[in-house]
């Protein structure tokens, strides 16, 4: 994969204008067999390969130190960069204010999973906005509060100023996204969004159903993190496996706790069972499906629950991060296809 992301970034700069400088840094932290593919990759291309820690935004903090430019392009080893990826970010980087007036700080762009159908865990997934919504945001709006670092551009002196990724996250991957694009619109910055400055995402690295349930409990972990870290933006929630956990709980303690026990299991069924009713209806899809992706979108409620028992901090098992405050995001003209009058409502936080 990261070969592969390297050759199409090596044809997305022959596009650049001419004299127009650049290098590409590889931060890895690969053992064996993977760490000596990476490494002759990197060099098969003339990437240059550097040691990095575990955690994702502190990769990117060693990245960006090491890097001589003054606009930094993130992208992730299971995407390809499109030809005209690079000039886009340059491109709207030339911009020094964005439609809202605020100064630009960053750059996002579309992630799109163009082979979706061709790989029966993806297709299933298709329909699950925690899955897909942010990477859809930069080609439905003008700016976004958020952004992922699947396909993001910052400023250096931005990045700078903002203090980079959070190095600290409870997770290896999930969460240094959300908190340093919100940290960047506190300090009176914004992200633009570039429709053209697409990253294609490859289907070859989650294969299983499985494989996105794990994914998704990560999320789910990390959206802890986001609320204890911005507690200004977390709200109530209600956390089905949160609910079931604290119903088993009480009874224990309580008169007829058996009763109790499976009234709470018989309504969080039934509220699953519902929810993929309503995926099945949505996406005209087979029942099988509609669980499937039920069950990885339930996987993030069970990563809250779990994180928030293991951090000793039970009110956070009913809280979520407010990933979609609507004021915050600055959609895209009512005249454009992808506009606020035909897209449909992104509500991750419900």
Not at 28 to 49: L, P
């Amino acid at each position: 994969m990261v070969a592969r992301l390297l050759t199409s970034l090596r044809c997305s700069a022959q596009d650049l204008p001419p004299g127009t400088g650049h290098e590409v840094i590889v931060v890895d932290d690969s053992e064996g067999s993977d760490k000596d593919a990476i490494v002759a990759a990197s060099s098969r291309t003339g990437a240059r390969y550097v040691r990095g820690p575990r955690r994702v935004g502190a990769k990117r903090n060693v990245g960006v130190s090491l890097s001589r430019y003054s606009v930094i392009l993130f992208i992730d080893s299971d995407c390809v960069a499109t030809p005209g990826l690079l000039c886009a970010h340059l491109q709207a980087h030339a911009t020094p204010a964005a439609p809202s007036g605020r100064p630009v700080g960053a750059v996002a762009g579309p992630t799109v999973v163009d082979k979706a159908d061709t790989a029966a865990a993806w297709r299933i997934v298709k329909s699950s906005v925690v899955v897909n919504s942010p990477w859809s945001w930069p080609a439905k709006f003008q700016e976004v509060w958020w952004a992922a670092t699947s396909n993001l551009s910052v400023r250096r002196e931005v990045f700078t100023a903002v203090g980079g990724f959070d190095p600290h996250t409870y997770t290896v991957v999930g969460g240094e996204d959300v908190d340093f694009g919100v940290r960047l619109h506190a300090a009176g910055y914004t992200t633009v969004c570039a429709r053209e400055a697409v990253v294609s995402h490859e289907v070859d690295g989650i294969t299983t159903l499985g494989q996105f349930r794990r994914k998704l409990f990560l999320y789910g972990r990390a959206c802890v993190y986001n609320c204890a870290r911005q507690p200004e933006h977390a709200k109530w929630s209600a956390n089905p496996v949160s609910l079931l956990v604290m119903t088993c709980a009480a009874s224990l303690v309580v008169p007829r706790g058996r009763t109790v026990r499976n009234f709470g299991t018989g309504a969080v069924a039934a509220w699953f069972g519902a929810h993929a009713w309503q995926a099945k209806r949505r996406e005209r899809t087979g029942l099988g499906e509609a669980l499937g992706v039920t069950s990885v979108d339930w996987s993030f409620h069970l990563g809250i629950a779990a994180e928030a028992v293991a951090r000793g901090r039970l009110a956070l098992a009913v809280k979520r991060f407010n990933y979609f405050p609507e004021d915050k995001f600055v959609p895209a003209p009512p005249d454009d296809s992808s506009g606020a009058s035909n897209r449909r409502r992104e509500d991750i936080s419900s």
